[in-house]
């Protein structure tokens, strides 16, 4: 196999100098993974009070949610040209993460949702959502609905909200983005108690433009 054994440096070597077939580029770099791996560990600290999302796919900023979920914290990976700690040794969040900016999103009665965020425009903005006050499904409803579920826009160089979209007296499930989705800067909203899809341009402003709705 061209792409295993003889350790990371023959790969790179064979990777620049012979190549790979389109089809079979994803696996060259899959044996790469074999040699990286972590040349020391910390033990876990325990965490700042605040809940954490993930890392935006660019791996520059890590999206966390303030524990009462109506503020935004994004921190920043700040480990280069720093000693860090010992092998063993306790490490702190600090260390390893400093605070960009903390935003808030949502006003009093209405919650993030911390299991959903989103990327547009290669990283520059964020999109996360908040519900408020969910009310059961009754008499012919398909399903419950929120008093408001909201879409917010957010420029992560800037550290400020340039747009959000309302929906009143709908569900949208916002759990893990199912109802959600992007494709390029297209966001579509699923609506299941209206049966819709609702599709929007995130603009490179930072606001999200009424495309069509499906279904309506």
């Not at 792409?3 to 077939?21: D, N, P, T, V």
């Amino acid at each position: 196999d061209r792409g295993s054994g003889g350790g990371i440096l023959r790969k790179l070597m064979r990777r620049e100098c012979i190549g790979c077939k389109p089809s079979a580029s994803a696996n060259a770099i899959r044996t790469m993974c074999v040699d990286v791996f972590p040349s020391k560990s910390c033990v876990a600290s325990k965490l700042p009070d605040l809940h954490v999302r993930g890392f935006t796919p660019d791996g520059r900023h890590l999206v966390c949610f303030s524990l009462n979920l109506r503020r935004l914290l994004v921190h920043r990976y700040q480990r280069e040209g720093k000693k860090g700690p010992e092998h063993g040794a306790k490490a702190t969040f600090d260390q390893f993460f400093r605070p960009v900016f903390d935003l808030e999103v949502c006003g009093e009665g209405e919650q993030l949702c911390k299991s959903f965020s989103a990327c547009v425009h290669g990283g520059r903005f964020l999109l996360v959502a908040s519900s408020a006050k969910c009310s059961p499904a009754r008499g012919g409803d398909r399903s419950p609905a929120y008093e408001r579920v909201a879409i917010h826009v957010v420029d992560l160089e800037h550290g400020v909200k340039t747009d959000e979209v309302v929906f009143e007296k709908d569900f949208v499930w916002l759990t893990q983005n199912q109802g959600i989705s992007i494709h390029e800067n297209v966001l579509s909203v699923l609506s299941v108690r209206n049966q819709e899809i609702r599709l929007f341009h995130a603009s490179a402003i930072g606001r999200l433009v009424k495309l069509r709705t499906i279904g309506d």
